[in-house]
């Protein structure tokens, strides 16, 4: 069954994190998305992990993909980009901002190719604004968009997670706002007549956007969300807890039912039944009371039994996994969380499955991300570039 967005087609011209991510929700979904690639490849190809040369995360990151070589770095290079996007729906790009214009690929040469082009930019600051041309990564949008912040111990420095959250939720972003212009366009002429648009999406704003109400409340009350460890600032209980078999377990009392199953479940009558405690606001009050009680409890029982016990009492809980638990989690397989697809020399792979879940028209299966330059030859030839012109531009180092 063709995916959802069959027939689109997307130009990637990202490295490493924010574009290729967004890269990938497309791929995913049955776009064709043609990954443009420097001729020493995207870097991301030799981070982390390797096997026989190439990242295990390329796999997951780039799945799907056509790899085309085209040397930007060339007039003719950027004439055979120019192009591929003349038919194309949607461009990806991550360069800082300003580095298309300098090659004469702004949006206004584009456009004017193909007016109907949906041009999706993630950069550090935007296209605009006194930063615009500061050099910035996703950790620089998690620090200056408020994440790191409130993220860690009170009497500690900020942490950060060990994963790239700020490049992951700019390219989550820049995917929403690529199909609201997609729609817009479609909904207005359609891809022939309908006009396309840029989408402009900076890291810190995407982190500034999952703040929750730490701006109004600083506003109106001088209030700044501090950092608070394992607990959520004023919602009550919340928190994650060590249980006897040395392992932690995160719980979600804080609903006022939930609250009361919880201390009933945990032998605290008394609490279940205090008015003083029966709503957030009160629990707020005594919440350091509240997680004594709660971690007294799962010190005394080992995590199994903490998750079958919660469970029956229907009160949310979730042990801290490792990859070790996800992989023979039932839920996860049930749910085709974890997929294994097929390196090129025979090799099993897991690499995670799609998401969302659509239940018409699901993502693609999960396959290995392309070799450097795999598909350039397939791709020029159907973009009408012949075999004398591929070797011009291989002989012009462009391809």
Do not use: C
């Not at 990202?14 to 995913?28: M, N, V, Y």
């Not at 690639?37 to 799907?64: I, M, Y």
């Not at 729906?89 to 702004?106: H, P, Q, S, T, Y």
């Amino acid at each position: 069954m063709a995916g959802p967005l069959a027939g689109v087609k997307v130009v990637e011209m990202g490295q490493l994190i924010a574009g290729p991510f967004a890269g990938k929700f497309f791929s995913d979904f049955g776009a064709e998305v043609i990954k443009i690639e420097p001729p020493e490849g995207d870097p991301l190809r030799s981070w982390r992990k390797l096997h026989q040369g190439t990242s295990l995360w390329w796999h997951v990151q780039n799945r799907r993909k056509k790899s085309v070589v085209v040397n930007l770095r060339t007039e003719e290079g950027r004439a055979v980009v120019r192009r591929l996007l003349r038919d194309a729906d949607v461009l990806i790009e991550n360069f800082r901002a300003g580095a298309l214009e300098k090659w004469g690929l702004g949006y206004d040469v584009l456009s004017a190719d193909n007016p109907g082009l949906v041009m999706l930019r993630l950069s550090g600051f935007g296209q605009d604004g006194p930063s615009r041309d500061q050099t910035g990564f996703g950790s620089v949008g998690e620090s200056m968009g408020g994440m790191r912040y409130v993220t860690g111990f009170p009497d500690r420095p900020p942490v950060r997670p060990n994963l790239s959250l700020g490049d992951a939720l700019a390219s989550m972003h820049g995917v929403i706002g690529a199909m609201m212009a997609l729609h817009h366009r479609n909904a207005n002429g359609g891809k022939q007549g309908g006009k396309g648009q840029v989408v402009d999406v900076a890291l810190y704003e995407a982190v500034f956007n999952m703040m929750e109400g730490a701006l109004p409340e600083f506003d109106m009350y001088g209030a700044i969300r501090e950092r608070e460890g394992t607990t959520l600032t004023g919602i009550v209980p919340s928190n994650t807890y060590p249980t006897k078999d040395g392992q932690y377990i995160v719980i979600g009392g804080n609903g006022d039912s939930i609250f009361k199953r919880l201390m009933t479940l945990i032998g605290r009558d008394d609490l279940a039944n205090d008015p003083t405690v029966a709503d957030n606001a009160g629990r707020v009050k005594r919440a350091g009371e509240l997680d004594d009680a709660i971690g007294g409890w799962t010190a005394r029982h080992d995590v199994d039994d903490i998750v079958k016990a919660l469970n029956g009492a229907q009160v949310p809980n979730g042990k801290i996994y490792t990859m070790a638990d996800v992989v023979r989690d039932p839920q996860y397989l049930a749910r085709k969380m974890v997929r294994d697809i097929v390196l090129r020399d025979g090799t099993p792979l897991k690499v995670p499955g799609v998401v969302p879940k659509l239940s018409a028209t699901p993502g693609e299966e999960p396959a290995r991300g392309p070799d450097l330059g795999e598909h350039t030859d397939a791709v020029l030839e159907a973009h009408g570039f012949s075999a004398s012109d591929r070797a011009a531009l291989r002989s012009a180092k462009a391809i």
